[in-house]
């Protein structure tokens, strides 16, 4: 392609990487905002930045890496390719297309990102099931207190099965004797009476809360407490998720 203009001083030699990254900046910015043809386009890139001869080193050769002649070759290649500008604002280079190892790696990035992002919700949203469930726990403790305070004792949970225990639990809270009820009406979701046409508070993943009273389990003596729990996310008694009213680790 032979392009009208100053003359082609690259061809005259090598340019520093620096001068060249300055040549194609000043395309771009030409060639998409305000292109007006090839001749000036070209005269731009081509003439009017100066060839510097290569600094040397006293008694070395000179520094390297220098552009070769070949760099310009293929600014004039792409000029080519991009055809002629038009004198409209709007003129732009033909984008080239993604590859598919482009597109690819792409996707991948993408779903791995998801995945990072559906993990951290999904953790939040536990995390704020797991504070709802202590709290709703504390609040059934305030409600068991007052019933200790009328009857000298925690209502019974008739034994260590503690879904039977939380049936007994929220018809004791429920119970209209002496200052009862304990709780309001509507204070805690309760389950569906699946079993035994009795429900119980369920916890915030729909299960119903576990109700033990100590006197099914070894405490220290003269101790009246119970145990409160619910089997947290993983539906199962006994396991790291279970939000309790006391501290395994420590003596009941
Ligand atoms: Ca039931
Ligand atoms: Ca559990």
New binding site residues.
């Given amino acids: 392609m032979s392009l009208p203009g100053k003359p082609h001083r690259a061809s005259a030699g090598r340019i520093r990487p620096a001068d060249a990254a300055g040549l194609v900046g000043k395309c771009a910015a030409v060639w998409i905002g305000s292109c007006r043809g090839i001749p000036e386009h070209a005269a731009l890139c081509m003439g009017e930045e100066p060839v510097r001869k290569p600094p040397t080193v006293s008694g070395g050769p000179p520094r390297k890496p220098w552009l070769p002649r070949k760099f310009f070759d293929r600014l004039e290649a792409e000029h080519e390719a991009r055809g002629t500008c038009s004198a409209t604002a709007t003129s732009r280079p033909a984008a080239r297309g993604f590859t598919l190892v482009e597109m690819l790696v792409v996707i991948a990035i993408i779903t791995i990102l998801a995945g990072l992002v559906l993990a951290g919700v999904t953790a939040a949203r536990r995390h704020a099931k797991e504070k709802a469930a202590e709290s709703t726990i504390k609040r059934i403790e305030l409600a068991a207190t007052r019933y200790e305070t009328d009857f000298g004792d925690y209502p019974d949970s008739g034994g260590m099965d503690g879904?039977?225990g939380?049936?007994n639990l929220l018809e004791a809270l429920k119970s209209t004797a002496k200052s009862g009820p304990y709780i309001e009406g509507n204070e805690f979701r309760e389950?569906?009476?699946?079993?035994?046409?009795?429900?119980?508070i369920a916890d915030e993943w729909g299960r119903?809360f576990r109700y033990v009273h100590h006197k099914y389990y070894k405490v220290a003596p003269n101790k009246r407490t119970y145990r409160l729990f619910s089997v947290g996310a993983d539906g199962k008694e006994d396991t790291d998720d279970d939000i309790r009213n006391w501290d395994p680790r420590k003596p009941e």
């Avoid at 389950?191 to 119980?200: A, L, M, Q, V, Y």
Wanted: proline share 13%; hydrophobic share 15%.
């Fill in positions: 879904v039977a939380c049936e389950t569906d009476s699946n079993r035994n046409g009795r429900p119980e119903p």
